[in-house]
Structure formats: structure tokens, C-alpha cells
């Protein structure tokens, strides 16, 4: 994994903007209608294309394919895996349904029937297994060819798999005896999604929302130790599957939930951190550009990183059109580094991903790109400070 040797590297989260047909395909797949597979593979690898290119164009160090062939960055896995069927009834965010007047905005908003929804993800009915490699083999083969047509790209790629935790949270069980054997199950299965991305010689970004945003959702009437315990169980089941892999190979991204809403009940950083360290992860890919989250730099000024671990510090907001100033930018990430106290330890990433479900997305598919641009800015003006 590359640290920023002699400038801040600059990363993204995952999903960027999808083109509104292929949003409209995953749609269909997602619902279980018919879809032309030949068509989706032929729109996936085109907008693949497109979006590496709009990558590099904004200056983004290490990128990906956008997600483009996934529908959601979870419920993917619904089509790599058995025992998934139905409807789950996941529990709404507790900060979303404690204001009636948020509740009532979010009624009149127009909402597109088509779109993906995190919060009717299919649940687990029968084992859930992982039936092959090929379709997570054929999505990094893919890359690899993408990358390959250009003379220009990253400095390293990642690929991005779910944790353990969010599917459990959110893709209900009603199959096995507990939920800790469910999740165990899970971990089994992601392995084999895991070391193939490391395989194919990308590092694996690991998505972990669960460790923070379950607080406010599953965890929401519970005290604190319950949920502690929670991300105990759900860090121990990701170090299990990652028990073939380099920790360099790996970055754990946690957040507290893409959308724009109060986030009032988040969880503080300081109190989730000392059990996401333990994760088996070369780099933590954190939240620190929203409204509520961003002076959560400061647990580091307490909580020292180990010294093998990167900070991935998000400094850019996912969830509003605002263009952040390239001087906000550089201003955050030299406030990371130094709470961190090593900038060569400290990448300069977003909050989290621009359309984490096909169709669903709070950035304008243009602002988005601008705003990865005013990201590359931000950590060239930051390194002239930093490394002279």
C-alpha cells in the first residue's frame, strides 16, 4: 500500500456516478426482472471506462472501476451467493425518525421508483454460500484490461468488498440459530470474494458502515456496550477472513451513513476506535469532512495510529453539492497530519462513495467530478506545506 512518500495521495471511496441506463439495469436485476446480460456487461465495461478516465482527469491517485457493475455496494453479493431471498425490514436511522419535520421533507421529496434501496435488500433464508470466483475474478480482470489501454492512471487500484456486519444488519437473517453465526457464516463466504481482489493484485478495500452507523439503527435502544461488543464480534469475523491476506493489502473504510440527515446519534470516533484498530487493515479510511464529523481528527491527537497503519481522512463531503475550496481542503488534511504527526502516514480521501446504490445519490453526477478535482488541489496545495 503507497504512503504519501513525498505528497498526500489522494483516494476515493468507492461508487461514483453510474449512466442513468445503467442505473436502470441494476434496478431491474435487483428486482429480479429480466435483464440482458450481454447489454449489462457491454454498459458496466463502458461506463467502467468512462469513469477511470473522469479519475484520472480529477487527479485521483488510487481508483477503482466506480462500481460500476454492481448495483449496490453490498446487495451485489446477492448474485455470488445462496441462501438469499425476500424482503428484509431493516430498522430506519433513529435520527432520521426522531424529527417529524425531517421525516415529512423526506415524504414530499420525489423519489425514483427504480432505484436501488439499501433498505429492501434481500434476507438471508437458506446457508449462505459462495457459489464461485468468476464473477469477482471477471470484475478485476476487467479493470486490469482497462488500466492497461492507458498510458496515464493510478498509482495503485482498489476493488471494494462489503464486511460481514452491514450484510448482517441489513440483509436480515432468518436462517441461522443466531446472529453471530450468521455473521460467521458471512465471513467464511466473503473470504473467497477477499482474496480474490488481492489476488488479482488490487488492494481490498473492506466497506464497514456497521462499525459505526448500526449504533443509530440496530443498536439504537441499547447501550453503548452493546454496540461495542457488536463491532468486537464483527472486527474478530473480518480478521477471520482475512487470515491469508497482508494487513498492507487491506483498508478498512467505517462511516456513519451516506445521506444528509441530522446524525445526531452518531457514535463518537473515540469510542469505536479502540475496537477498529484491531482490524487486520493497513489503512482506516475515515469520515472527516461532514458537518458532524469534522473534528473527529482530534481522537488522534490521543488514540495514536499503529505505526504499520495508514489514516485514509475523508475531506470531502459526499452528501452536498457544495465544491469544497481547495484551501478548506489542504486545511483539513494538514490539521490530519497533524494530529496524526507523520504526513507521510495520511492520505486525503471523501467521507464516503457518490452513489453507493445505483439510482441513489445526493451529488450531481458532474459536481461530483468537480469535486474530486478541488480534492487533488486541496493535497497539492497541503504538500507544499507539509513537504516543501
Known amino acids: 500500500?503507497?504512503?504519501?512518500?513525498?505528497?498526500?495521495?489522494?483516494?476515493?471511496?468507492?461508487?461514483?456516478?453510474?449512466?442513468?441506463?445503467?442505473?436502470?439495469?441494476?434496478?431491474?436485476?435487483?428486482?429480479?426482472?429480466?435483464?440482458?446480460?450481454?447489454?449489462?456487461?457491454?454498459?458496466?465495461?463502458?461506463?467502467?471506462?468512462?469513469?477511470?478516465?473522469?479519475?484520472?482527469?480529477?487527479?485521483?491517485?488510487?481508483?477503482?472501476?466506480?462500481?460500476?457493475?454492481?448495483?449496490?455496494?453490498?446487495?451485489?453479493?446477492?448474485?455470488?451467493?445462496?441462501?438469499?431471498?425476500?424482503?428484509?425490514?431493516?430498522?430506519?436511522?433513529?435520527?432520521?425518525?426522531?424529527?417529524?419535520?425531517?421525516?415529512?421533507?423526506?415524504?414530499?421529496?420525489?423519489?425514483?421508483?427504480?432505484?436501488?434501496?439499501?433498505?429492501?435488500?434481500?434476507?438471508?433464508?437458506?446457508?449462505?454460500?459462495?457459489?464461485?470466483?468468476?464473477?469477482?475474478?471477471?470484475?478485476?480482470?476487467?479493470?486490469?484490461?482497462?488500466?492497461?489501454?492507458?498510458?496515464?492512471?493510478?498509482?495503485?487500484?482498489?476493488?471494494?468488498?462489503?464486511?460481514?456486519?452491514?450484510?448482517?444488519?441489513?440483509?436480515?437473517?432468518?436462517?441461522?440459530?443466531?446472529?453471530?453465526?450468521?455473521?460467521?457464516?458471512?465471513?467464511?463466504?466473503?473470504?473467497?470474494?477477499y482474496e480474490a481482489i488481492v489476488d488479482a493484485g488490487f488492494l481490498l478495500q473492506i466497506d464497514a458502515p456497521d462499525l459505526a452507523l448500526e449504533r443509530h439503527t440496530s443498536f439504537a435502544d441499547k447501550p453503548l456496550g452493546d454496540f461495542l461488543g457488536f463491532v468486537e464480534m464483527v472486527v474478530a469475523a473480518i480478521n477471520r477472513a482475512l487470515a491469508n491476506i497482508p494487513r498492507e493489502k487491506v483498508r478498512l473504510h467505517v462511516c456513519w451513513g451516506n445521506y444528509e440527515g441530522p446524525h445526531d446519534r452518531d457514535v463518537a470516533l473515540d469510542d469505536i476506535y479502540p475496537e477498529i484498530a484491531r482490524a487486520n487493515a493497513g489503512a482506516l479510511m475515515l469520515s472527516m469532512a461532514n458537518p458532524r464529523h469534522a473534528h473527529e481528527y482530534h481522537c488522534f491527537e490521543?488514540?495514536?495510529?499503529?505505526?504499520?497503519?495508514l489514516l485514509i481522512a475523508g475531506v470531502i463531503d459526499t452528501t452536498t453539492n457544495y465544491v469544497e475550496h481547495p484551501l478548506t481542503v489542504a486545511d483539513r488534511i494538514k490539521q490530519v497530519a497533524r494530529a496524526v504527526g507523520d504526513p507521510h502516514r495520511v492520505l486525503a480521501g471523501t467521507d464516503c462513495g457518490f452513489e453507493t446504490s445505483a439510482g441513489v445519490a445526493f451529488v450531481a453526477p458532474d459536481i461530483v467530478w468537480a469535486k474530486l478535482a478541488a480534492l487533488a488541489e486541496g493535497a497539492r496545495i497541503a504538500s507544499k506545506d507539509l513537504f516543501g
Open 302 to 309: 490521543t488514540h495514536k495510529l499503529p505505526e504499520d497503519t
Open 1 to 193: 500500500m503507497q504512503r504519501s512518500e513525498n505528497r498526500i495521495l489522494t483516494t476515493h471511496a468507492g461508487s461514483l456516478p453510474r449512466p442513468r441506463a445503467l442505473q436502470e439495469m441494476h434496478g431491474r436485476k435487483f428486482r429480479g426482472e429480466p435483464v440482458d446480460e450481454a447489454a449489462l456487461a457491454e454498459a458496466v465495461e463502458a461506463a467502467a471506462r468512462d469513469s477511470i478516465a473522469r479519475q484520472v482527469a480529477a487527479g485521483v491517485d488510487i481508483g477503482n472501476n466506480g462500481e460500476q457493475g454492481r448495483e449496490n455496494f453490498f446487495t451485489y453479493l446477492q448474485h455470488r451467493m445462496t441462501g438469499f431471498g425476500g424482503e428484509s425490514e431493516r430498522p430506519i436511522m433513529r435520527d432520521m425518525t426522531a424529527y417529524p419535520g425531517y421525516v415529512e421533507k423526506l415524504a414530499r421529496m420525489s423519489r425514483d421508483e427504480g432505484a436501488v434501496s439499501a433498505l429492501r435488500a434481500p434476507k438471508a433464508l437458506s446457508e449462505v454460500r459462495y457459489i464461485d470466483r468468476a464473477p469477482i475474478e471477471q470484475e478485476c480482470a476487467e479493470l486490469k484490461r482497462l488500466l492497461a489501454e492507458r498510458d496515464d492512471g493510478f498509482v495503485e487500484a482498489f476493488v471494494s468488498a462489503p464486511s460481514p456486519g452491514i450484510i448482517a444488519s441489513a440483509m436480515l437473517n432468518e436462517h441461522y440459530p443466531s446472529f453471530e453465526a450468521y455473521v460467521d457464516a458471512l465471513s467464511v463466504a466473503l473470504r473467497n470474494e
